[in-house]
């Protein structure tokens, strides 16, 4: 009896279960067998190569992450944090954009995206993402709201500073 690596076509897959993958009924994480509480552990050890600065092995993890659950709004995002730390800005902007498709709420996502805008000059785009952050953690619970509120002074002062003076 051979008990090593099976090959693809050794693999018994309910066909129920592959045409429910392919019609989107199902991400490939549940095809899988991978449960949520698996998929947010190894999103905490991308969490923390990011943090400790190991960008491309982070910026794998999340690419892994969203591959296995696409309507996932943190695994975007963090994805979208890593690409925006590479400089990877376009991609970062599309990442954080994903992230607030699927959940509007996602302060880190409207930091980071409006903290792009801001970087690009587009200003109102950049006010009305870090305004919504300040509506929806007006605590400043988050690390990323108190960032969102810094860069709002900035970019206010910035369109205050480029309108010209009112007329008398």
């Known amino acids: 009896m051979n008990e090593g690596p099976q090959t693809p076509s050794e693999i018994d897959v309910p066909p129920e279960l592959a045409a429910r993958l392919v019609r989107g009924e199902i991400t490939l994480a ?9 998929l947010y552990a190894i999103a ?3 969490y923390r190569l990011l943090g400790s ?27 979208a944090a890593v690409l925006h730390r ?3 800005r376009d991609e970062a902007l599309e990442e954080y954009t994903l992230a607030l498709r699927f959940n509007v709420a996602n302060t880190d996502a409207l930091a980071g995206r409006g903290e792009l805008y801001a ?3 587009r200003l109102p785009e ?3 993402d870090l305004s919504a952050v300040l509506r929806l953690d007006p ?4 690390t990323s709201t108190v960032r969102a509120g810094a860069i709002l002074n900035a970019v206010r002062e910035a369109i205050a500073r480029a309108e010209p003076p009112a007329a008398p």
């Open 86 to 88: 590479l400089g990877q």
């Open 126 to 128: 950049a006010v009305a």
């Open 139 to 142: 605590q400043g619970a988050r």
């Open 30 to 38: 549940e095809f899988v067998g991978l449960d949520r509480r698996t």
């Open 44 to 46: 905490q050890v991308g």
């Open 119 to 121: 970087e690009r000059g």
């Open 53 to 79: 600065g190991r960008l491309e092995e982070a910026r794998e993890i999340y690419r892994g992450l969203v591959a296995a659950d696409p309507y996932d709004s943190v695994f975007h995002c963090h994805l």
